[in-house]
Structure formats: C-alpha cells, structure tokens
T-cell receptor
Framework: AQSVTQPDIHITVSEGASLELRCNYSYGATPYLFWYVQSPGQGLQLLLK??????LVQGIKGFEAEFKRSQSSFNLRKPSVHWSDAAEYFCAVGAPRTGANNLFFGTGTRLTVIP | GAGVSQTPSNKVTEKGKYVELRCDPI?????LYWYRQSLGQGPEFLIYFQGTGAADDSGLPNDRFFAVRPEGSVSTLKIQRTERGDSAVYLC???????????FGQGTRLTVV
C-alpha cells in the first residue's frame, strides 16, 4: 500500500525567500505524484503532477517539483515566495496501476510567509 | 456550474441523527470522489464513482456510511447514526478520467454534537 510523509508540519519563510517543502512516499512502483494547495476557506487546488518522463515538473504559480526515485521524494520548490502563497500544502500519491483511483494524501505542511 | 459544488457548506447535527451531503460535479465529469478531512490531517479517501457505479468503496469506514450517484452526476453521501467522531470536512472531487485531473469542491463541514 502506498503512503506519503510530509515531515514538516509548519514552515515559516520571509517573502522573497526560496521555499522547499518535503515529500516522501512509499510505493512499490513508480507512482503518480501530486501537490495540492489549500487556502483558508478554499478547496484543494492542483499545483502540479508527475506521471512519467522528465523528473522536473513545472506547475502553476511558479512552483516546481522534482521526482527523485532513489530518494522516494517529490519535493516542492519555489525560488521566491509571495505573501499570497501562505496556505496548507499537501503531497499526494496515486496508484492507477493497481486499479486504485483514489489518492493518498500526506498530513500537509502549513506555510507562513512573513513580510 | 463552473466548479464542484457541495451543499450544505456547514451542517450541525445531533449524535445519532442521519445526514445527507450533496455533491454537484463539474458537468461532463464521469469520475467522482468523496474524501474526509479531519482537523490537522490530509484528506482521506472514502469512495470513488465511475458513472453511476461505485468503482471503489474501500475507504468507507463502516456500514453507517453510504453514497449514491443514481444518474451519474449528482452524488449524495449518507451517514446514519452519526457519531462525534464523524465530525470533519467532507470533500468531493470530480474528474474526466482518473485522479489526475480531479477538481475539488470547498467541502461540507460536518459537526456532530
């Protein structure tokens, strides 16, 4: 069975600073990997996804993520954080090869941005 | 509508009561998912519909939970004999195919008192 670990519960960065949110997964094969963002009072929004191919994935709002098979990681990065990026970020794993169409989510990382 | 719509946005019910939560997916989306998000946790999968049928209901916690999608569009999540532990935000998502393009609604916050 797949699982997702987001080791950082809460991260605080200064506006303009770079950001990296960590995600590690457990799955027997190459999974489908996702990053979602959830702002207060808003639904989950897909930032980016990885299925196969180029391991560096570009997403919306200037985010990118890199799939590293050897480390079972899919960390999210942004070179310069904006105050509007403050939100909860969730990494998720999908396993369509097994016929499962549900996503396993991590527990999330809350991002605070200070001026 | 333009997005996934969930009603009500908030629901307070007494322990032991029956509740129904509604999800209107994006028009034309054949796949529909229900998730439950408890405080401080990530969403937890409950059930997945492909069309009218439940393709995967392995996430439903027990037989008090049931969901239907009779016409392949609107779905209703039904919870019988509610318990305080059922308090959570219930999220619905829909997609054209598979989980890769899933769009989430804003959820229904259920509080069981």
């Amino acid at each position: 069975a797949q699982s997702v670990t987001q080791p950082d519960i809460h991260i605080t960065v200064s506006e303009g600073a770079s950001l990296e949110l960590r995600c590690n997964y457990s799955y027997g094969a190459t999974p489908y990997l996702f990053w979602y963002v959830q702002s207060p009072g808003q639904g989950l929004q897909l930032l980016l996804k990885y299925f196969s191919g180029d391991t560096l994935v570009q997403g919306i709002k200037g985010f990118e993520a890199e799939f590293k098979r050897s480390q079972s990681s899919f960390n999210l990065r942004k070179p310069s954080v904006h105050w509007s990026d403050a939100a909860e970020y969730f990494c998720a794993v999908g396993a369509p090869r097994t016929g499962a169409n549900n996503l396993f989510f991590g527990t999330g990382t809350r991002l605070t941005v200070i001026p | 509508g333009a997005g996934v719509s969930q009603t009500p946005s908030n629901k307070v019910t007494e322990k032991g009561k029956y509740v129904e939560l509604r999800c209107d997916p994006i028009s034309g989306h054949t796949a529909l998912y229900w998730y439950r998000q408890s405080l401080g946790q990530g969403p937890e999968f409950l059930i997945y519909f492909q069309g009218t049928g439940a393709a995967d209901d392995s996430g439903l916690p027990n037989d008090r939970f049931f969901a239907v999608r009779p016409e392949g569009s609107v779905s209703t999540l039904k919870i019988q004999r509610t318990e305080r532990g059922d308090s959570a935000v219930y999220l619905c998502a829909s997609s054209l195919s598979g989980p890769d393009e899933a769009f989430f609604g804003q959820g229904t916050r259920l509080t069981v008192v």
